[in-house]
């Protein structure tokens, strides 16, 4: 966030692997916002950037080694993305909706064979956060996920924070996986937690869940505790936090 509270600037870089492929994802984000009542803000967001597509045959044993687009070898594609999206929230709650791409697209091979195949899609999120007493607070959630040609795709879940530094929860992909999740804040600017998925639906058969490992770093929080309260006391406002966390 800029110091206005008005503008935000961020970047994603994002690598996925799978076999011969590789696929590396770069955007750039920009946003802003505007107030719609004393405590409702309304933040716009677009995000621009691309994806660099790496598939090489030579990597991996294939059941259909004849396959014609092995003799290819290796593939070297980029594609644009373009996504756009809002973000309604006070202290208490949040709602937002997305659509990471709005130029989906194919990259096909001549020989009939898809390489990948990128829909358009809309995600739409939304939570609330209830004091139940001092030092304990509930936030159930719900993410619905809508891709061109596919099912709705509905997450929900529900997660406690305790004495401020602890989060214990857990949530349930409709007709797919379970997760629990648990976490502590180290400090002010270190978060780190595990969770673990288990699928619920056919594939759950084959194996024995994913587990993740996951560490946040909050750049600028360190003096938050102290130096922002002494601001709050002369009128400046705070960073801002993300009330997805809280």
Not at 75 to 102: C, H, M, R, V
Not at 197 to 208: C, E, H, L, S, V
């Amino acid at each position: 966030p800029f110091e206005n509270e008005k503008m935000g600037l961020g970047l994603n870089v994002q690598s996925d692997q799978l076999g011969p492929t590789t696929n590396t994802f770069v955007d750039i984000s920009y946003s802003y916002q505007i107030n719609v009542s004393s405590n409702t803000k309304l933040s716009f967001g677009i995000d621009v950037g691309g994806s660099f597509l790496n598939v090489d045959f030579s990597k991996g044993d294939f059941e259909n080694p004849g396959e014609p687009i092995l003799g290819r070898q290796q593939i070297n594609e980029f594609y644009p993305t373009l996504g756009a999206g809002l973000f309604l929230y006070q202290d208490k709650w949040y709602f937002g909706a997305s659509a990471p791409n709005f130029l989906p697209g194919g990259l096909y091979n001549d020989d009939v064979a898809q390489v990948l195949d990128d829909k358009l899609q809309f995600n739409i999120i939304g939570g609330y956060v209830f004091d139940l007493s001092e030092k304990l607070k509930l936030k159930p959630a719900f993410l619905a996920n809508f891709i061109s040609g596919a099912p709705v795709t509905a997450n929900l879940s529900a997660n406690f924070l305790i004495n401020g530094v602890l989060t214990a929860g857990a949530s349930y992909r409709f007709d797919n996986a379970i997760s629990g999740l648990v976490g502590f804040q180290i400090s002010n600017s270190m978060f780190a937690g595990y969770s673990y998925d288990y699928n619920t639906n056919p594939i759950g058969q084959y194996n024995n869940g994913s587990h993740e490992i996951i560490l946040k770093f909050y750049v600028g929080r360190g003096s938050r505790t102290k130096k922002d309260k002494i601001e709050n006391l002369k009128g400046k406002p705070k960073q801002i936090d993300s009330p997805r966390f809280f």
